[in-house]
C-alpha cells in the first residue's frame, strides 16, 4: 500500500502539487479593486502533476486575455483588466503581439480572431478538472464544448441558429442553482440526465461556456 498516490486530474502519473480551476490569475487581488473585496475565498483546486499544471504555460494568460476583451463582462472583470492584465501584459509583449497580429475589423470596431485550437486544449483541462473538484472522481472521455460568448459577439445571419440555442440555454438553466465563492469573478451550473452531464460556466457575469459530458460512466 505505500505505493498508494495522489493522481492528477489529467493522467495517471503522481500528483505534485495543485491546479486552480479556473485559474487563480482570473480572480484579482484585493488591491486591484476599487471595493477592495476579497475575491480569492476557498478557490477550488484539484491534484496535478508537473506537466498538467496550466500555470507553467501561457494558456492561462491567453485564455484571461480573452475574456477580459469580451463586451459585457462586468465591473470586476474591467477592473481586473485595467490593472493586473495590462501590468502583467507590459512585462509580456508577446501576448500582445499575438492579439495585434490577428486583429481584424468587424462593423467599424477593432477585434481580434480567437485561437480557437488553443482555447480548445485549455478548456479540455479545465472541464477536467472542474469535473473533479466539483464530483470528486475523474473524467475519462471526451468532453464538448461550446463557447456562449462567441455567439454573443458575433450575430450575422448564419449565427441567427447558434443564437437559438443560446436562448434555449438560459431556460434549461434558468432554475439551476449556482456554485462559487467568488461569484463575480466565476460560478457555474450543473445539469444531469441520463445520459449526459452539462455544466454551464459564468466568467464576469456575462461570459459564458457550455461544457457537455457526454456517455456518463
Ligand atoms: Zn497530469
Known amino acids: 500500500m505505500s505505493s498508494a498516490y495522489i493522481k492528477c486530474y489529467m493522467c495517471d502519473a503522481k500528483a505534485v502539487g495543485k491546479e486552480h480551476v479556473p485559474p487563480r490569475c482570473l480572480f484579482p487581488k484585493r488591491r486591484d479593486l476599487a471595493s477592495g ?33 469580451i463586451v459585457g463582462i462586468n465591473e470586476v472583470g474591467r477592473q481586473h483588466y485595467n490593472k493586473q492584465i495590462r501590468r502583467r501584459n507590459s ?10 497580429d490577428r486583429s481584424i475589423e468587424i462593423n467599424g470596431q477593432l477585434a ?22 466539483h ?21 450575422t445571419h448564419e449565427e441567427q441558429e447558434e443564437i437559438k440555442i443560446v436562448k434555449g440555454i438560459d431556460s434549461e438553466f434558468n432554475k ?7 461569484k463575480e469573478v466565476f460560478m457555474y451550473q450543473v445539469a444531469e440526465s441520463d445520459k449526459l ?19 456518463k460512466i
Not at 91 to 100: D, L, M, V
Not at 197 to 215: A, E, Q, S, T, V
Open 37 to 69: 473585496e476579497d475575491l480569492r475565498k476557498e478557490l477550488l483546486t484539484v491534484p496535478s502533476c508537473n506537466l498538467h499544471n496550466s500555470e507553467k504555460s501561457g494558456d492561462d494568460e491567453y485564455f484571461l486575455n480573452v475574456l477580459t476583451s
Open 91 to 100: 512585462k509580456n509583449p508577446s501576448i500582445i503581439r499575438r492579439f495585434a
Open 112 to 133: 481580434f480572431e480567437v485561437e480557437i485550437e488553443r482555447l480548445d486544449v485549455f478548456i479540455e483541462h479545465l472541464a477536467c478538472a472542474l469535473y473533479m473538484a
Open 135 to 155: 464530483f470528486k472522481s475523474k473524467w475519462h472521455g471526451d468532453v464538448e464544448w461550446l463557447p456562449e460568448f462567441l455567439v454573443q459577439i458575433q450575430s
Open 176 to 182: 439551476i442553482a449556482l456554485h462559487g465563492m467568488n
Open 197 to 215: 452531464i452539462k455544466m454551464r460556466l459564468y466568467f464576469y457575469d456575462n461570459c459564458k461556456i457550455l461544457l457537455i459530458f457526454p456517455n
